[in-house]
């Protein structure tokens, strides 16, 4: 084998030349495998989707199964091995009706507004992050907790509505920033901010949950759209943040600041030249946060109860007192997946279209 | 419009990489930048642009000064290196982009952008995308997009850097005559000599972030400043002898050259351009040497002689040829001859004049 090797190394420098890794991951054209490598290819491929789609196709037929047919032991095929029933259809759009519908009307649009609001916000966030160096001082942090705390505490004392010990305190906090900030040294980077965001997301959410269903148990807020879109927003904001600085940090500078000369504030660059150029990486991590928000069952399960149900709860619901109801539940998959597989479709274009960066170099 | 920089300054960090930079632009004028490779032209520009603070100094535009002012008020283009092309944009928005901003209405910029446009010959490509031009058509786009809104001043760095040498000259050619049509102020950047030669009104030679001369280029190159102008501008380079100057003659090795009205001087470097020489029979000339190297480039030859321990280029007619090692005679056609003080570079002149 060795010494075959070794002759025929000359003939295939090509090969030698690309890294494993390169073999791997950027595959020759499937056009040009030699017929046994083809069909190897297209045997792994079939295998692996029959792999992927087979839970999907067990959901469909699960959600015309009888109950019988689930308890007597897995069977497969529709019409051969059991006689399909559109009952569990049927009980959960006519009989639950109005129960179904609602949470998923609820889930659309917390999802939806969860997700536009956390990308909108969260990609100024990762843009500001990437473009505009920030030094913060430390001391000045610390001055305006101080003061701020300070005021507060005395107008309470001296009887006065806090609101106005609030403004007292931020006025008396720029003052005292100015005069602070130029005696201490120490200061916070944009690295440093960044790291504070991400770090919002190195302990699940979950540990904040009972604070959060507190603080929206006082303001009056629980079971309603406001506080999971809120919520949502902000347990995803630090994902966005994280994806859209990496594709900000791609866009040449010089784009814009040729924008600026020509007289460009920087919101117009922001909207008119970055937007559209990391719109590859703003269609995928839109596509994330929303299967995140769209999925999400813990925080929901906390903050709402009836009015703003989600699906991920009424999935679970089915799981009931009479042992799981797998038809019915297979019905609400089912309808479920379906928003997320219609937005996949309408954002891969701009995903697989990869960036336009790079192909403008002279 | 008249641009003045005042004694500017730039540090990143500990490093100044522009110091003390004073230089007049007049009205209408192409100023050239030149000097290698980091020693500044860059940061200069951009201070002017605004893209870059100032540590010091001021910044005028006409009577204005626009130091601390932003950018975008400052009604400056500018031609980045990369073009800075929006990829998603088509040429014709690419150019247009400057007037929509200025909410110019529709008909009245697809107007003004098919007459920029025609003016670098670009009508035909209005709706193709950057990545679908050729370099010299996207650098002709940078340009449109920078004529259109007729600014006071425009800036350029090194736009014609990434195009074949071809293109470049043809793209020269262009440039001036546009620059010379529209009448704008403007500041080019380049490391280019030949470029700078051949666009510049006048050139300022900038070395480690200090201007070394500011003359036309003719002067630059007939009576350059120092050491480093002299040896920077011409091709092939100035040669250059280690001597001293004394009684009214320059003597090195293997060369004496009279230079009346010259002080004494113990350590002189003497520069004469290969063009201002001649090969001449041994022991004629002022030069003695023998021939190291003969290069035909096409329409001249270059005869590269060993004078002492130094190399010395001479320019030749193309039938010009001869052993190698030979020794030759190098006599002066005229008396285009430099001194400069050794170890500051400062040129030597004449005490009488
Ligand atoms: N943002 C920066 N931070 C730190 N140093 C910088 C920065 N920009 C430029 N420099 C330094 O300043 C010096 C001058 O840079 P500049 O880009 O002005 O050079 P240049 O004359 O334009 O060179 P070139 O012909 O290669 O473009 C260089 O030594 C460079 O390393
Ligand atoms: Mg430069």
Redesign the pocket.
Known sequence: MSAKSTTSSPAQPAKSQRTLFQRIFEPKDIKSLSPARLVMTYSILIFWSFVVLFPLYWLLVTSFKLPIHVSDGPVYLPFIDFEPSSHAWSYIFFDLGNDTFRPYMNSLIIAFASTVLAVLFGSMAAYALTRITYRPKIMSIVAFIVILAAVVVATIAAGIPWQIGLAVGAALFVLFLLNLAKHFKRALGNNDILFWIISQRILPPVVAVLPIYVMFQQVGLLDTHFALIVVYMAVNLPIVVWLMRDFFATIPIDLEESAELDGASRFRIFLTIVMPLAKPGLAATFLLVLILSWNEYLLALFLSTADAQTMPLLVAAQNATRGPQWWYMSVLIMIMILPVIAMTGLLQRFITRGLLIGAVKG | MQVSLRDIRKS??A?E?VKGLDLDVADGEFLVLL??????????LRMIAGLETASAGRIYLGEQDVTDVLPKYRDIAMVFQSYALYPHMTVEDNIGYPLYLRKVDKTERARAIREVAGKVDLLDYLDRYPRQLSGGQRQRVALARAMIRRPSLFLM??PLSNLDAKLRGHMRTELKHLQNELGVTTVY?T?DQIEAMTLAHRVAI?KA?ELQQLAPPREIYNDPANLFVAGFIGSPPMNFMNGEISSGAFRADGAELTCPGFGDHANVVAGVRAEDLRIVEANAGELQGTTYAIELTGNETLVTCQVGDSLVIVKMDKDYDEKIGTAVGISLTNQQVFFFDAESGVRLRPLDS
């Open positions: 990143f960090g490093i990489v000097g290698p490779s980091g020693c500044g032209k860059t940061t200069a760095d090194e950047v490391h900038m972030g």
